[in-house]
């Protein structure tokens, strides 16, 4: 298990489903672009989820999180897991300093949190894609405020992340930016030239923010 991380300017959480194509086409992004893949099949078995990493190359693990699953975080050498809201007392049980996150839904969710989780998904900050009608409720205000505190934990923005307003969010003080609906299409099969242009536009537009900011 890998228990050294680094700061996550990216993180692209999978498309919930599997699909034909799956593993060559993440393997291809992992391999040209430097971000972290959130591995996320909600209804996906223990089988399921082993078969999916074991067509990834083995050097690419270290550039995944998985969901919830200590067993599939342990039987691979990936780089962390994360704890959705309903499975977050599951962290618990795993020892060490492992790099873990999970996700929350307010201010005050984080401030609760203990020094065992490494950064948080806050969400959702804009009205969902993935989601219709799970819309962004936050106080602007209070993001900004808290994000601007001396803090240890990351906090990365997610819901309704698009190429519109990714500079906007950089600019609130988050560390970076979780995407799903940006990228992936309802037949993902289908559209994978697609899905890479769809990434590859988020990923310059990043690249772009930062040049600024360090300019």
């Not at 040209?32 to 089988?47: E, G, I, N, V």
């Not at 050097?59 to 200590?70: A, F, T, W």
């Not at 309903?86 to 203990?114: M, P």
Request: with cysteine.
């Amino acid at each position: 298990m890998n228990c050294t991380a680094k700061e996550i300017d990216l993180i692209l959480i999978s498309y919930p489903e599997f699909f034909k194509g799956e593993t060559d086409l993440v393997s291809s992004l992992l391999d040209q672009f430097d971000f972290t893949y959130h591995l996320r099949k909600p209804d996906a078995s223990y089988d399921e989820l082993e078969s999916f990493l074991a067509e990834i190359p083995d050097h690419l693990h270290e550039k995944i999180v998985v969901s919830n699953s200590i067993e599939i975080f342990e039987r691979f050498k990936v780089k962390g897991i994360h704890f959705s809201t309903l499975n977050r007392e599951n962290g618990n049980y795993l020892a060490g300093n492992c790099y873990r996150g999970t996700s929350c839904h307010s201010i005050d969710e984080i401030r609760k949190l203990d020094d065992s989780y490494d950064y948080v998904y806050l969400s959702p900050i804009f009205d969902s894609i993935s989601k219709p009608g799970y819309k962004g409720k936050l106080d602007v205000y209070e993001i900004k405020k808290f994000l601007n505190e001396s803090r240890k934990i990351q906090v990365h923005a997610l819901g309704g992340i698009a190429a519109g307003n990714m500079e906007q969010i950089r600019e609130f003080g988050f560390d970076g930016f979780a995407v799903l609906g940006a990228v992936w299409t309802n037949d993902p099969h289908q559209n994978q030239d697609k899905i890479r242009s769809n990434f590859k536009k988020i990923y310059s537009i990043i690249q772009s923010i930062y040049e600024k900011s360090n300019s």
